[in-house]
C-alpha cells in the first residue's frame, strides 16, 4: 500500500491531518455540553440591594397604602387566556382609580426566559402572571423572598362588593391554593373544575344516561365499546397528569380529603391508603377494558381531536377544554363535563364532590419597585367587575363567588359552573404536584403503567409511596405543609 | 523581520482568546463553581454545598438510566450509522460497472447522493416532528397507518419502553448517515483507481474491492466519523426532547444527560444540581475524545 504519491492515507502530511481532525472532534466534543456553561450566566451580582419602594399613605379609600402616583409593572403570560383582560380590564380599572400613576404592560409567552435574570438581579416587575409551560417554580421563588405576603391584600375591604373583605368574597381553597407554611403570597385567579368530559348532544343522540356509580359507569361503557366507540381515553405522552388527578378524586371520594392531605404532607404510608388502593384498581380496570392502549403514544391535542371526532366518548380534564378545543369542535359538538362516579357504596364524599383548583400564578414582587401598588392591582382583579369580564373576554371562571351568575357563554361554561354550584363545599384539591416535581414525575409513570402496561393497584401504590418516601428523606428538597 | 514577529502573532491571537476565555472558559469555571452550591437561579442568594450535589447524583435513578442510555447510543449508533454510510458511499462512487478502465457508481449515483444528505439539511426539530407523524400510534401515522390497515397495529414506537430508545436510534442514524456518506465518498475519491482497476484485474469481485481495498485505505477517515458519531451519542438531547414522549419517557426509558440538565435547570429551578450533572458530562465527553485518541494514535503506529 505504498508508493503512489496521491494516495493522502499512506504518507505523513495524511497523519497530521488526521490528527488535526481528531483535535477539531475534541474541540467539538468540548462545545458539546454547553449547557452547562450557560446555566451559571446569570448568577453575577450577589449583594442585596433593595430598590426603593414606593410607599403612599393608608386610609379607607386606599386600603393598602399605594402611592398615588408611582408607577406600576405588570408582566402577563401571553397563552390561552390572551392578555386583553389586563390591557382593556384591569389596568383601566388601575387607573380609574390612580389616574396620575403609570401602568408599564409587558406580555411574554415565556416567562421563565424573560424574568428570572430581573429576579436573580433583584429589579423585578411588580406585578407577574407566573404560567405557562416555562412558569418560574412557584416554591422556589417563595422561598427565595421575591413574592409580598398577600395577608394585608386578603384582609382589606372589596373593591365593589360593599362592606365585604376580599377574602370573604372568595370561593373555598382560593386562599388556601396560594399559601406557603401558613401565609398566603398567590393568588390563583382561575378557577377550573374538573371532571369526565362528554359530548352531551351524541350521549343525547344514543339516549345515554351519565353514570353515577361504578357499576352503570362499566355497564355504559360496554354498551359504547358496542357502537364502536372508545368509551375512555386520555393522552398517555404528556397528559397522564389528568388521569392521575381523576385516580386521586376517585381516591378522596373514597376516604375523604383527608387522604389527599396526607399525601400532600409526605406522610407515612399516605399512598397505600385503602382508599387509593380502591380508587387504582377501578380505574385500572376501565384501562385494562374500555381503553386503548394506542394512547399511550398520544399526545393531548390529538386525543381530544378524537373526542371532537367522536372516537372517544369520556376523557378527563379540566375547565379549559372547551375553549383549547373550539377551533376543531364541530357546531354539533356540544361539550359537557360530569363528576366521576362513586367507587364504593360507602364512600364518605357524595357523587357531587369535585376535584377544583383555582390556577394561573398572579402575584406580587417583594423585591419589586412598587409591591404596594401590585397587591391592590390584585385587588382590582378581584372586584366583581373585574372578574366578570375576565370571564366574559376569556370563557374562564374565577375565584371571585358569584361573580359569573347568570352569565351564559356556552354549554361547556354553563355545565362547569354547574358542577361547581352543585359541590358548594364538597370541592378539593391537592398541591404535592407542584411542590415536588418528582413525583409528578413518577406518578405520570406509574399511572401509564397502571392503565395501559398491564400494572396492578398494588404495585401502583407502593412505587407511589417509595417516591413519596424518598422525596421525603431528600433534604435538598424544600418541604411544605397545609 | 523578527522584531515584527511578536506584535503580529499576539495581533491575530488575542481576539479569539480573549472571545474563547470569555464565552467558554469562564463559564465553564463558573459552572464547576455553581456546582457546588444549592442555587436555584430565582435570587442572588445561594450557599455553598461541597460535593453533595455530585453525591445527590448517585441516588439519581434518571443519571444513571441516562447514563446506560448514552453507553447503548455509543455502542450502537456509530457502528449501525458507519456500515450503512460505507455501503451507500461504496456503492455510489465504485458499486457500478466492474469493468476495468469503467469504474463508476451505481445507475443514477448522483441522485442518491442529493437523497442521503437531505436529512442532513433538516434541523433536527424538523426531523423530530417529522418522525413524531411516522411513529405516530394512530391511523394518521405512516407506519402504524399501513399497519393498521393490515390489521398487524399499532406498534407503539416512542410509548413502549422496550422500543423507545431503538426508535430514538433509528432517526438519528437515518439523519446521520448522509454526511458520514459523503465524508466517506469524498476519501474514496481519493484512493487512486488503478489501485481498483489492479484488483480488478487480478479478479475481485464487488466483496472483495470492498473489505481488501476500500476498507484499509479508508480506515483514517472512518476513525475520524467514529469520533465524530461517540461525541453525537453523549448529546441526543434535542431529538429526545422533540419526539420522545413524556419528557424522555416512557418512564425515562429515553432520557439523557442534557435532558436530565434541562429539566432540572429550567423545570425544577435546581441550578446546582443540574450544573453538577453538566460538569459530569463534560468528564464523560472529554474522556471519551481522550481515550480515542490514545486508541488510534496506537493503531496508527501498527498500520
Not at chain 1, 109 to 136: W, Y
Not at chain 1, 306 to 326: C, D, H, I, R, T
Not at chain 1, 418 to 446: H, I, M, P, Q, V
Not at chain 2, 290 to 298: F, G, P
Amino acid at each position: 500500500m505504498s508508493g503512489t504519491p496521491d494516495n493522502p492515507s499512506t504518507d505523513a502530511p495524511s497523519a497530521v491531518t488526521r490528527r488535526t481532525l481528531l483535535g477539531r472532534a475534541t474541540v467539538a466534543g468540548l462545545l458539546a455540553v454547553p449547557s452547562a456553561g450557560l446555566l451559571s450566566a446569570c448568577l453575577g451580582s450577589s449583594d442585596d440591594d433593595k430598590q426603593d419602594q414606593a410607599e403612599g399613605t393608608k386610609s379607607a379609600e386606599n386600603p393598602l397604602g399605594v402611592k398615588e402616583d408611582a408607577p406600576l409593572e405588570v408582566v402577563i403570560f401571553n397563552g390561552g387566556l390572551g392578555t386583553k383582560y389586563a390591557t382593556d380590564v384591569h389596568i383601566p380599572s388601575y387607573k380609574a382609580k390612580f389616574p396620575k400613576a403609570e401602568v408599564k404592560f409587558s406580555q411574554t409567552e415565556e416567562i421563565a426566559t424573560q424574568l428570572q435574570p430581573r429576579f436573580s438581579s433583584n429589579t423585578p416587575p411588580d406585578m407577574v402572571n407566573n404560567a405557562g409551560s416555562k412558569l418560574m417554580d412557584m416554591g422556589a421563588l417563595v422561598q427565595a423572598g421575591q413574592a409580598s405576603d398577600l395577608t394585608d391584600l386578603f384582609e382589606a375591604p372589596s373593591l365593589d362588593i360593599a362592606g365585604k373583605k376580599v377574602k370573604e368574597t372568595l370561593l373555598p381553597g382560593a386562599i388556601e391554593q396560594g399559601t406557603f407554611n401558613g401565609k398566603p403570597y398567590v393568588l390563583n385567579y382561575a378557577y377550573t373544575v374538573y371532571g369526565l368530559w362528554y359530548d352531551a348532544a351524541l350521549f343525547k343522540n344514543k339516549g345515554w344516561a351519565v353514570p353515577k356509580t361504578w357499576a352503570e359507569f362499566t355497564a355504559l361503557c360496554d354498551t359504547i365499546k358496542a357502537a364502536g366507540i372508545t368509551p375512555y381515553g386520555y393522552a398517555g405522552a404528556n397528559a397522564a397528569y389528568y388521569q392521575y388527578l381523576v385516580l386521586l378524586t376517585s381516591a378522596a371520594k373514597i376516604g375523604g380529603t383527608d387522604v389527599l392531605k396526607n399525601i400532600d404532607n409526605l406522610e407515612d404510608g399516605a399512598w397505600t391508603n385503602d382508599a387509593v388502593k380502591k380508587a387504582a384498581e377501578a380505574w385500572a380496570g376501565i384501562g385494562a377494558k374500555y381503553s386503548d392502549k394506542a394512547f399511550l403514544g398520544q399526545k393531548h391535542t390529538e386525543v381530544q381531536l378524537q373526542q371532537n371526532q367522536g372516537k372517544v366518548a369520556f376523557y378527563p380534564s379540566g375547565s379549559w377544554l372547551e375553549n383549547e378545543q373550539a377551533k376543531d369542535t364541530p357546531a354539533t359538538f356540544k361539550y359537557a363535563v360530569k363528576q366521576l362516579p362513586s367507587v364504593g357504596g360507602s364512600d364518605k364524599l357524595p357523587f357531587t364532590a369535585i376535584f377544583a383548583a383555582p390556577g394561573e400564578e398572579y402575584w406580587a414582587a417583594a423585591k419589586g419597585k412598587n409591591p404596594r401598588g401590585a397587591q391592590e392591582y390584585l385587588r382590582h382583579m378581584l372586584s366583581k367587575e373585574g372578574a366578570k369580564k375576565f370571564t366574559e373576554l376569556t370563557k374562564v371562571m374565577t375565584v371571585v363567588k358569584g361573580a359569573t351568575d347568570g352569565l351564559t357563554i356556552s354549554p361547556g361554561f354553563t355545565s362547569g359552573a354547574a358542577l361547581a354550584t352543585a359541590a358548594g363545599e364538597n370541592a378539593f384539591s391537592y398541591r404535592w404536584a407542584d411542590w415536588y416535581k418528582k413525583l409528578d414525575d413518577e406518578c405520570r409513570s406509574a399511572t401509564n403503567e397502571l392503565m395501559f402496561s398491564g400494572g396492578t393497584a398494588e404495585k401502583f401504590c407502593e412505587r407511589m409511596q417509595k417516591a413519596a418516601d424518598a422525596v421525603k428523606k431528600d433534604s435538598s428538597i424544600q418541604k411544605f405543609k397545609r | 523581520m523578527r522584531r515584527g514577529r511578536y506584535p503580529f502573532i499576539i495581533g491575530f491571537l488575542a481576539a479569539p482568546v480573549i472571545l474563547y476565555v470569555t464565552f467558554v472558559v469562564l463559564p465553564y469555571v463558573e459552572a464547576f463553581y455553581v456546582a457546588m452550591t444549592d442555587w436555584r437561579g430565582l435570587s442572588p442568594d445561594y450557599n455553598f454545598v461541597g460535593l453533595d450535589n455530585f453525591a445527590a447524583l448517585l441516588d439519581n435513578e434518571r443519571f444513571w438510566k441516562a447514563l446506560r442510555h448514552h453507553g447503548v447510543l455509543l455502542l450502537v449508533m456509530p457502528l449501525v450509522t458507519i456500515f450503512i454510510a460505507l455501503v451507500f458511499s461504496f456503492l455510489l462512487n465504485v458499486g457500478g460497472s466492474t469493468k476495468p478502465g469503467q469504474m463508476a457508481g451505481i445507475r443514477g449515483s448522483g441522485f442518491y447522493r442529493v437523497v442521503f444528505f437531505f436529512p442532513q439539511m433538516l434541523a433536527i426539530v424538523v426531523i423530530g416532528v417529522i418522525f413524531g407523524r411516522v411513529f405516530a400510534p394512530i391511523d394518521s401515522g405512516l407506519i402504524n397507518g399501513a399497519l393498521n390497515g393490515l390489521g398487524l397495529g399499532p406498534v407503539l414506537f416512542m410509548a413502549d419502553p422496550d422500543l423507545a430508545l431503538w426508535s430514538i436510534i433509528a432517526v438519528l442514524v437515518w439523519q446521520g448517515v448522509g454526511f458520514y456518506v459523503v465524508l466517506f465518498s469524498a476519501g474514496m475519491a481519493s484512493i487512486p483507481r488503478d489501485i481498483y482497476e489492479a484488483a480488478l484485474i487480478d479478479g475481485a469481485n464487488k466483496f472483495t474491492l470492498f473489505f481488501k481495498v476500500t476498507l484499509p485505505l479508508l480506515w483514517d477517515t472512518i476513525q475520524v466519523a467514529w469520533v465524530y458519531l461517540g461525541i453525537a451519542a453523549f448529546d441526543a438531547f434535542a431529538i429526545v426532547q422533540v419526539l420522545a414522549v413524556a419528557d424522555g419517557g416512557p418512564d425515562g426509558a429515553t432520557t439523557v444527560i442534557g435532558l436530565e440538565i434541562y429539566q432540572q435547570a429550567f423545570r425544577d429551578s435546581y441550578f446546582g444540581k443540574a450544573s453538577a450533572l453538566g460538569v459530569v458530562l463534560f468528564f464523560l465527553t472529554l474522556t471519551f475524545a481522550a481515550l480515542t485518541l490514545r486508541v488510534t494514535r496506537r493503531e496508527a503506529v501498527e498500520l
